[in-house]
């Protein structure tokens, strides 16, 4: 029975292009929303609002974790997959 | 030539590509940015606890500042308040109206200045504009009004006080 790991791992590389592509942008839009949440809580704690700095913190920290358990499906790199697939064949080259 | 197996040990130590060395990966650059992610979040975090368990202290009673007739209208004075080394400014406005500043504009910590006859206040490093009746931004890249002081003036001494946002407007 193949696992997801192993169905990822056999996918075709324009298929694992697109999906490590996704996660970037994903990752890329998740980090400037930290951005702006930091600088706002930031520019309204220093202007005595600090009702922002809280919502701000966990908004930011639910970036962070979507972004972690997000990497669970970042393919495995091209070197791995070789060694993978060819490990039968180095022999027959010596 | 210098090319025995002596000189390629430390490749043994090192086994790692020059290609690999030089360049980063997708799946690095995706860790890289999950890592930044964690910084934001821990960056946020030290901002929600430092404005909820570390507020910045407010001025605390009244402190004289100097005499009415050493302030010459359209002119300023700086000050420090004992106990404290925030930089501030005292602005006699030409309409005879007396207001007290941080003197630390709210972008980058520059000193800002009164530029007498226009009503506003000027930091020259970046060319921001705040108004000196409220301290709040006119133009350019401040992010934020300049935090005030409240002018008390009594007799002929003038004090500041922290500002409640209620007090009424001083004039000289």
Known sequence: ?94 | MATDNKDNHWKEDFPIEQLEARQVTRRDFAKFLCLVSGGLATGSGYVAAKAHLFPGEEVQGEHFVCKLDELPVGGTKSFVIPGSMIPYVLIHVEDGELRAYEQKCTHLSCAVFYKPGTGKIECPCHNGWFDAYTGEVLAGPPPRALPRLDVVLKGDGIFVTAYDGTSEQVQS
Do not use: C
Not at chain 1, 82 to 92: A, E, L, R, S
């Open chain 1, 1 to 94: 029975m193949s696992t997801f790991r192993e169905g990822q791992n056999q996918a075709h590389p324009n298929k694992s292009n697109t999906l490590i592509l996704a996660l970037i942008v994903i990752l890329m839009i998740n980090v400037s929303i930290q951005i702006w949440l930091l600088y706002t809580a930031l520019n309204n704690a220093l202007a005595q609002n600090k009702d922002i700095a809280i919502p701000a913190f966990l908004a930011s920290i639910f970036l962070f974790l979507i972004g972690f358990f997000w990497l669970y499906y970042l393919p495995a790199g091209a070197k791995k997959r070789k060694v993978k697939q060819n490990v039968n064949f180095t022999d027959t080259y010596h």
